[in-house]
């Protein structure tokens, strides 16, 4: 871990040394005008003065980035902010999300499950294994690429607590341009979790390198990202009291010194992809005419004196219109899982219902490889005032490999055993994406062979977008309708504990529908959806795969109201959601965030935000957590337990100076206070008052 840590530093500095040293190539022509890196004449007000043999004077050019995310399987751009903002930094490094949706294990890095049901999106993840980690896995589809004129660079640092206990976060982002088009650049992420309980450290590792290339014609995307995650597992703890009612129960000094249900057991994850993602445009060139004010200052001059002459210069450019795009989309994602245990309990205070190959410890592994291939031909929107929307048909193949433990206990060594499945389907998207009024987005695909057969999904969604008096207001709806097959691991596994295979799973089919309204004067958005399941697929009381045969709805609504008088914020978020199999989809009936704080500016340059937030929800039987499967199940019938009615508030001071931004917070500062139900996970308490700081800097040359 020491030479991950060394080469985490490295590369930052080297990220940040190389922005730094990368002033822009301006050079000379013939006629004595200066051009930046991309060859573009500077404009002669930034030109100096005075140019002496030896030393030019060069002003650095003005920082200009844009940031955007592509789609999975077609690599359709969508331009998202970059992140630059002050508000709720403190947040951002939180397991259970910006508003708290997620339940946890309380340390950092550990498995989570969002609370909210809509929020759940498991089958967009490589595997079961990978899906608990969404606070550090990035999928390719959302992968941050950047454009900028200078290059820039991003160094974040998290930490909270001591050398004994605390947790640490380490994040690089660099990015640079070889030319106007092609930007290449890494990122990197360590986080290391020390723990306040005993046996649950978390370390996570991700590194990646990244390119685009924006031309006319051509256009590309690749990535390749390399996770490690390590985790130890303690199964919870073993009596609740130590938390709810400490003055029932022996000191033993300290969390740390609390007993749990396991010992000497780690998790460990390691996931690689290579994800490519291009495109040919055909298309045509036409001229276009441009007005622009002159720059020639004898003019300026004319036109501060008389405000009715507006020189102009026409400008005649040749702009490229895109017809036809030619797709190729190629992933290749390799995960490999292994669970060890030294030493586990057994007989009447054994912690696992079964044992397959070994008593007294485990060493269980699995491998999953699949490579993806995307091949589609779209019609675009725009090239032609009739050309409405823009039209794209597709085909795709899916390869998938696993590699299952043997569990035939007869042979010495056991040959590990194969799966191998090929997934063929069709597809094709409507698409509408220009414009400011109205945009609309179809996509679905229908399997052909293999594993694929039968299986479907479409997807659908629109937004409209208007002026109301002096206000704007957008409203989007969402539906889909799936009918797919669970997921490889949802129908074999084999390990010391847990053993399946289950080729009679049925395909599950759901239909849903959302509608949101956001009002921007008003500061108001309200969310309102449904869902209808049949053939549910889940962890029942033994921490194995089942399905429900029946029909399960899920409704919910959710209404962010934020307020504001002068520089009072109070900021507000209220969740309702209703299973109607509370049984099989246990969910709570409402979940709350509060954030009240203060904003304002200090000697112009600094901004402030003083206040707390809480999160809060009803008490409901939450899923509880299997090590050996890293997976959330329903509660034992043997030991069930209530979670939740326990407000978690924090307190916290952000600082925003030009590029750079800090926090501190004080996390849990009600802890001990109340009913002290501080659990989000049955067995797994979280951590108690603790102090946590951040500091992000961004560089731009």
């Given at each position: 871990m020491k030479r991950i840590l060394l080469t985490y530093?490295?590369?930052?500095?080297?990220?940040?040394?190389?922005?730094?040293?990368?002033?822009?190539?301006?050079?000379?022509?013939?006629?004595?005008?200066?051009?930046?890196?991309?060859?573009?004449?500077?404009?002669?007000?930034?030109?100096?003065?005075?140019?002496e043999d030896s030393t030019v004077n060069i002003q650095s050019l003005p920082p200009k980035l844009y940031m955007w995310k592509v789609s999975g399987e077609l690599g359709e751009r969508t331009l998202i902010p970059a992140d630059t903002a002050s508000l709720n930094f403190q947040n951002t490094n939180l397991v259970e999300g910006m508003e708290g949706h997620y339940n946890y294990l309380g340390n950092l890095g550990a498995p989570r499950q969002s609370r909210i049901f809509f929020?759940?999106?498991?089958?967009?993840?490589?595997?079961?294994?990978?899906?608990p980690l969404s606070s550090f896995y990035v999928k390719p589809s959302d992968l941050l690429?950047?454009?900028?004129?200078?290059?820039?660079?991003?160094?974040?640092?998290?930490?909270?607590?001591?050398?004994?206990?605390?947790?640490?976060?380490?994040?690089?982002?660099?990015?640079?341009?070889?030319?106007?088009r092609l930007a290449v650049g890494f990122n990197i992420d360590y986080l290391y979790g020390r723990g306040y309980y005993a046996n649950q450290a978390t370390s996570h590792f991700n590194a990646g390198v990244f390119a685009s290339y924006i031309g006319e014609e051509y256009q590309m995307h690749a990535a390749y990202n390399n996770n490690?995650?390590?985790?130890?597992?303690?199964?919870?703890?073993?009596?609740?009291?130590?938390?709810?009612?400490?003055?029932?129960?022996?000191?033993?000094?300290?969390?740390?010194?609390?007993?749990?249900?396991?010992?000497?057991?780690?998790?460990?994850n390691h996931n690689f992809y290579l994800y490519l993602t291009h495109r040919y445009r055909l298309g045509f060139y036409r001229e276009v005419t441009k007005l622009e004010d002159t720059q020639d200052p004898a003019a300026q001059r004319r036109m501060q004196q008389d405000s009715t002459a507006l020189p102009k210069d026409t400008i005649?450019?040749?702009?490229?219109?895109?017809?036809?795009?030619?797709?190729?989309?190629?992933?290749?994602?390799?995960?490999?899982?292994?669970f060890r245990s030294s030493t586990e309990p057994t007989g009447e205070d054994g912690f696992y219902e079964n044992t397959y190959l070994q008593e007294g410890a485990s060493n269980d592994s699995t491998v999953a490889l699949s490579v993806k291939?995307?091949?589609?031909?779209?019609?675009?929107?725009?090239?032609?005032?009739?050309?409405?929307?823009?039209?794209?048909?597709?085909?795709?193949?899916?390869?998938?490999?696993?590699?299952?433990?043997?569990?035939?206990?007869?042979?010495?060594?056991?040959?590990?055993?194969?799966?191998?499945?090929?997934?063929?389907?069709?597809?094709?998207?409507?698409?509408?994406r220009q414009g400011s009024l109205l945009h609309y987005n179809v996509t679905g695909e229908v399997g052909l062979a293999g594993k694929a057969a039968g299986q479907f999904k479409?997807?659908?969604?629109?937004?409209?977008?208007?002026?109301?008096?002096?206000?704007?207001?957008?409203?989007?709806?969402?539906?889909?309708?799936?009918?797919?097959?669970?997921?490889?691991?949802?129908?074999h596994y084999h390990s010391n504990h847990f053993a399946w295979d289950k080729d009679n799973m049925s395909k599950e089919f759901r239909t849903g529908v959302e509608g949101e309204l956001n009002i921007q004067q008003w500061r108001t958005n309200l969310k309102v959806g449904m869902e209808n399941i049949k053939n549910y697929t889940y962890f029942d009381q033994h921490a194995l795969p089942a399905q429900y045969g029946g029909n399960i709805q899920v409704l919910a609504a959710m209404l962010k109201q934020d307020f504001k008088l002068g520089i009072f914020h109070l900021d507000n978020e209220v969740t309702w959601q209703k299973s109607s199999n509370e049984t099989i989809l246990p969910l709570p009936d409402l979940s709350l965030y509060h954030n009240v704080y203060l904003l304002t500016k200090l000697f112009k340059v600094l901004t402030l935000q003083l206040g707390a937030d809480v999160r809060y929800f009803t008490t409901y039987k939450a899923p509880a957590y299997m090590p050996a499967t890293q997976q959330f199940h329903l509660q034992r019938e043997d030991d069930q337990v209530d979670i939740g009615g326990y407000p978690i508030i924090n307190a916290y001071l952000n600082l925003h100076l030009k590029r750079t931004r800090i926090f501190v917070m004080m996390y849990h500062?009600?802890?001990?206070?109340?009913?002290?139900?501080?659990?989000?996970?049955?067995?797994?308490?979280?951590?108690s008052r603790l102090l946590k700081i951040g500091v992000s800097w961004n560089f731009y040359d």
């Amino acid at each position: 871990m020491k030479r991950i840590l060394l080469t985490y530093i490295l590369l930052s500095v080297l990220g940040v040394l190389a922005a730094s040293a990368q002033v822009p190539m301006n050079s000379m022509n013939q006629g004595g005008n200066m051009r930046d890196q991309y060859g573009n004449q500077i404009d002669p007000a930034l030109q100096p003065d005075n140019l002496e043999d030896s030393t030019v004077n060069i002003q650095s050019l003005p920082p200009k980035l844009y940031m955007w995310k592509v789609s999975g399987e077609l690599g359709e751009r969508t331009l998202i902010p970059a992140d630059t903002a002050s508000l709720n930094f403190q947040n951002t490094n939180l397991v259970e999300g910006m508003e708290g949706h997620y339940n946890y294990l309380g340390n950092l890095g550990a498995p989570r499950q969002s609370r909210i049901f809509f929020e759940r999106d498991d089958d967009e993840y490589p595997t079961i294994f990978i899906a608990p980690l969404s606070s550090f896995y990035v999928k390719p589809s959302d992968l941050l690429f950047t454009n900028s004129n200078v290059p820039f660079t991003n160094l974040t640092y998290y930490k909270a607590g001591s050398k004994i206990n605390g947790e640490d976060r380490f994040k690089s982002y660099f990015s640079v341009n070889v030319n106007k088009r092609l930007a290449v650049g890494f990122n990197i992420d360590y986080l290391y979790g020390r723990g306040y309980y005993a046996n649950q450290a978390t370390s996570h590792f991700n590194a990646g390198v990244f390119a685009s290339y924006i031309g006319e014609e051509y256009q590309m995307h690749a990535a390749y990202n390399n996770n490690f995650f390590k985790m130890n597992e303690n199964g919870g703890i073993i009596d609740d009291r130590y938390i709810t009612r400490p003055e029932e129960m022996e000191d033993v000094g300290g969390t740390q010194n609390i007993p749990t249900r396991l010992e000497g057991t780690g998790t460990r994850n390691h996931n690689f992809y290579l994800y490519l993602t291009h495109r040919y445009r055909l298309g045509f060139y036409r001229e276009v005419t441009k007005l622009e004010d002159t720059q020639d200052p004898a003019a300026q001059r004319r036109m501060q004196q008389d405000s009715t002459a507006l020189p102009k210069d026409t400008i005649v450019e040749e702009e490229f219109v895109p017809v036809t795009s030619f797709i190729h989309t190629f992933k290749v994602e390799r995960s490999r899982r292994t669970f060890r245990s030294s030493t586990e309990p057994t007989g009447e205070d054994g912690f696992y219902e079964n044992t397959y190959l070994q008593e007294g410890a485990s060493n269980d592994s699995t491998v999953a490889l699949s490579v993806k291939n995307v091949f589609g031909i779209s019609l675009l929107e725009g090239f032609h005032k009739y050309a409405k929307a823009g039209l794209t048909a597709y085909v795709s193949h899916n390869f998938n490999r696993y590699t299952l433990m043997n569990m035939d206990t007869s042979l010495p060594r056991p040959t590990p055993l194969e799966y191998t499945e090929h997934e063929f389907y069709v597809g094709g998207e409507l698409s509408k994406r220009q414009g400011s009024l109205l945009h609309y987005n179809v996509t679905g695909e229908v399997g052909l062979a293999g594993k694929a057969a039968g299986q479907f999904k479409v997807n659908g969604d629109i937004d409209l977008n208007f002026r109301l008096g002096k206000d704007t207001v957008n409203f989007y709806a969402r539906g889909h309708v799936s009918n797919r097959l669970p997921s490889f691991y949802m129908r074999h596994y084999h390990s010391n504990h847990f053993a399946w295979d289950k080729d009679n799973m049925s395909k599950e089919f759901r239909t849903g529908v959302e509608g949101e309204l956001n009002i921007q004067q008003w500061r108001t958005n309200l969310k309102v959806g449904m869902e209808n399941i049949k053939n549910y697929t889940y962890f029942d009381q033994h921490a194995l795969p089942a399905q429900y045969g029946g029909n399960i709805q899920v409704l919910a609504a959710m209404l962010k109201q934020d307020f504001k008088l002068g520089i009072f914020h109070l900021d507000n978020e209220v969740t309702w959601q209703k299973s109607s199999n509370e049984t099989i989809l246990p969910l709570p009936d409402l979940s709350l965030y509060h954030n009240v704080y203060l904003l304002t500016k200090l000697f112009k340059v600094l901004t402030l935000q003083l206040g707390a937030d809480v999160r809060y929800f009803t008490t409901y039987k939450a899923p509880a957590y299997m090590p050996a499967t890293q997976q959330f199940h329903l509660q034992r019938e043997d030991d069930q337990v209530d979670i939740g009615g326990y407000p978690i508030i924090n307190a916290y001071l952000n600082l925003h100076l030009k590029r750079t931004r800090i926090f501190v917070m004080m996390y849990h500062v009600n802890a001990g206070m109340g009913n002290g139900q501080s659990f989000l996970v049955p067995h797994y308490p979280i951590n108690s008052r603790l102090l946590k700081i951040g500091v992000s800097w961004n560089f731009y040359d």
